[in-house]
């Protein structure tokens, strides 16, 4: 019994910190995830969903700093009756998520370990539904053994010690998600992070496979091509090698010109990417500062780096922005699912050369015209 009840916490507790540690590092893609729970929530049960829209951010911050912090507490043995019962409501919470997620087929991904590691929504329910079954254990057994300190003696470090090493994990797990939010991820686990040549993440990895499941007389077959008998009723198609989809399969730019998807991949070209022109994060001005000081190096140098506006915004917000503030450069539209996934950032900036992603920088680590250069690899 003593067994299976430390097993259990270090299963849970280091699956919770993994899990929080992962998506601590963005807490900007946690709060998108939850922002399209709560817009499917809203719609499916109740409006009162759309209140905590504009919070989703703080919840973000709290529920990847308690994973952690749960995870932690779980490996100390700390407060097992308190932490048992917290442990427990939370892994019921994300179990009914990934749920109702995959029968539903809502939200395709829950977000489980960020972007680091994809899980089907039947994959997260199943591996939230281990959680739980571990959860149930230790919560049962903790008034039992929660004072059996298990395969790593902390027996030694007394209650001071252990609410020492909580407090500690929380601090620095707040200091991560302020530094996650008002820079960058420290590790960018989206398919536009430097050094990723675009055009080849859009095509498949390999030829896609399906296998077609058609019924006659009752009576299922599986085939590998569409048979041509009109005997045979179609049922299901299912891809064989879901691994060899494109990494990126949203990825599209426009102008009033028509599109401009492919010519984003030509020369180099720096996008100032605004997921919306009336949240912007930053002092419009430096962004003019910014586009004269580049323009000026156009004379000193025969090379070129072209400032591009990318916005989600409607064209008419787009050009009142633009006339307001004086800004006298190529504007082109985006998705602002693919924008937020570009760059968490409003104002981000994101340079892209030939195809290749050289650079990016959120609007509080302004970049220097000459770091742009640098990018480019060009040299004075």
Sequence with gaps: MKVVYNLSRYLV?????????????????????????FVVFSTDF??????????????????CCLEIIIGVALIIN????????????????????????????????????GDAIKLTPWQSFYKDLLLLF??????????????????????MFDNVFKNGVIIFISFISLIISYTAINFLPFIDFRPYKVGNYIPDLMEPSEELKYSYIMEKN???????????????????????????????????????????????????????IIHDVNKIGIDIRKINEFI????????????????????????????SFLNK?????????GDVTVLKTMIRSNPGFLLMRNGTVRGKWHFNKFPDPTEILSGVNITF
């Excluded at 407060?79 to 395709?108: D, E, G």
């Excluded at 571990?134 to 027996?155: A, E, M, P």
């Design 134 to 155: 571990f959860s149930l254990i230790i919560y049962f057994l903790q008034t039992k053994l929660r004072d059996h300190y298990g395969f790593f003696n902390f027996k």
């Design 13 to 37: 507790g280091l699956i919770l910190i993994f899990s929080g540690a992962i998506k601590i590092n963005d807490p900007v893609g946690t709060q998108i995830k939850l922002e399209e729970y």
């Design 46 to 63: 109740t409006s009162i969903f759309e209140i905590l829209i504009p919070y989703t951010l703080i919840i973000s911050v709290f529920l």
């Design 218 to 272: 009752g009576t299922s077959y599986v085939f590998d091509n569409y048979p041509n008998d009109e005997s045979f009723t179609f049922k299901e198609i299912k891809l064989l090698n879901p691994e060899a989809v494109p990494k990126i399969s949203d990825y599209s730019l426009w102008n009033e010109d028509g599109d401009f998807t492919n010519e984003s991949f030509l020369g180099n070209k720096l996008f100032i």
């Design 325 to 333: 503030h004086k800004i006298s450069i190529k504007s082109i539209y």
């Design 78 to 113: 700390y407060r097992m009756k308190l932490i048992s019962k917290i442990t427990l409501a939370l892994i019921i919470f994300f179990t009914f998520l990934t749920f109702y997620s995959a029968y539903f087929n809502k939200v395709t991904d829950c977000g489980c370990f």
């Design 292 to 319: 004269v000081k580049l323009k000026k190096l156009k004379s000193d140098i025969n090379f070129w780096v072209e400032p591009i506006i990318l916005t989600s915004s409607d064209s008419k917000s787009l050009n």
